[in-house]
T-cell receptor, first 115, second 119 residues
């Protein structure tokens, strides 16, 4: 089973709204990632959590706030977003050790529209 | 800094033709991983292969094969006897191979190659 589940699949929000994206995996992975993908572009790394601690923040604006409550869950809290933040947000997870180390498995993504 | 170049923006072939997707990378890391992912129109990225920097053996999986050449910093992907279901965007990606306990590294993706297989 290599399933990463993201909810919701689609989200429309206004610039003053607060919303959260959720990601869940039950593969025992101890690394989890958020990527942003604009149309016809490659995914761009936003955040990395290793052993539930934020290990990489790619200079993402503070209106994006990640949270890793436990080893299976990853959230991305959104507040005061801009229309240019509209994109596909992808979550991924991977092992940190062993033969399959760093093979990232992706969820189907949340397609976000900011009005 | 890491960089992945996929010079082919779009490739269109007729079904059953063989097709090769090119990938050239740049990194200062001595140990690293190379990947190929497939992204169909549904949007989910599907893992295809990971290769370690110290393992230059070519790999074949069914109709898919990969050629890793460290001397030219290339990691090319060939689909033999292409099928319509192979139509997708294919991404080559790179990450640092940190030592155990060193945390995770995100993927640096190329711009992707849009592969169109016509019936």
């Amino acid at each position: 089973d290599t399933e990463v589940t993201q909810t919701p699949k689609h989200l429309v929000m206004g610039m003053t709204n607060k919303k959260s994206l959720k990601c869940e995996q039950h593969m025992g992975h101890r690394a989890m990632y958020w990527y942003k993908q604009k149309a016809k572009k490659p995914p761009e790394l936003m955040f990395v959590y290793s052993y539930e601690k934020l290990s990489i923040n790619e200079s993402v604006p503070s209106r994006f706030s990640p949270e890793c409550p436990n080893s299976s869950l990853l959230n991305l809290h959104l507040h005061a977003l801009q229309p240019e933040d509209s994109a596909l947000y992808l979550c991924a997870s991977s092992h940190l050790q062993g033969l399959s180390k760093n093979i990232q498995y992706f969820g189907a993504g949340t397609r976000l529209s900011v009005l | 800094a890491q960089k992945v170049t996929q010079a082919q923006t779009e490739i269109s072939v007729v079904e059953k033709e063989d097709v090769t997707l090119d990938c050239v990378y740049e990194t200062r890391d001595t140990t690293y991983y190379l990947f190929w992912y497939k992204q169909p129109p549904s949007g989910e990225l599907v893992f295809l292969i990971r290769r370690n920097s110290f393992d230059e053996q070519n790999e074949i999986s069914g109709r898919y094969s990969w050629n890793f050449q460290k001397s030219t910093s290339s990691f090319n992907f060939t689909i033999t006897a292409s099928q319509v279901v192979d139509s997708a965007v294919y991404f080559c990606a790179l990450s640092e191979a940190k030592y155990s306990g060193g945390g995770a590294d995100g993927l640096t993706f190329g711009k992707g190659t849009h592969l169109i297989i016509q019936p």
